[in-house]
């Protein structure tokens, strides 16, 4: 079995403009699901069907969130994870490739 790790640490202060978040959603509907990732790919990575990774700064966060209630329905579900400090992502199985910048992969 292969694992991917990796350490990330996000500071809420002042000097530190970034936030990681981990965005996750249940969306009925192929066209508004399809859309969202979209958005979302804008933002950060696929991590999985239906999950996305972002390190951003705390205003693209808020513009995120805002452009995320737009979505919002009783049928569906958005929920945004928003890490600060320090953090480990553990990968197991599929390996996923992608760049950022404040992320060291080990």
């Known amino acids: 079995m292969e694992?991917?790790?990796?350490f990330f640490e996000i500071q809420d202060s002042a000097e530190n403009d970034k936030?990681?978040?981990l965005i996750i959603y249940d969306i009925a509907e192929n066209k508004k699901r399809l859309k969202?990732?979209?958005l979302l790919q804008g933002y950060g990575f696929r991590i999985q069907k239906?999950?996305?990774?972002?390190?951003?700064?705390k205003k693209k966060y808020k513009k995120l969130?805002?452009?995320?209630s737009l979505?919002?329905?009783k049928e569906d579900s958005i929920r945004v994870y928003k890490i600060i400090g320090k953090g480990q992502v553990t990968n197991i199985g599929k390996e996923t490739n992608y760049e950022q910048d404040d992320i060291v992969l080990i």
């Open 3 to 6: 694992r991917e790790n990796y």
């Open 19 to 21: 936030v990681f978040v």
């Open 36 to 38: 969202l990732a979209k």
């Open 50 to 57: 239906s999950a996305f990774e972002a390190t951003i700064t």
């Open 65 to 68: 969130l805002h452009e995320l």
């Open 71 to 73: 979505f919002g329905s």
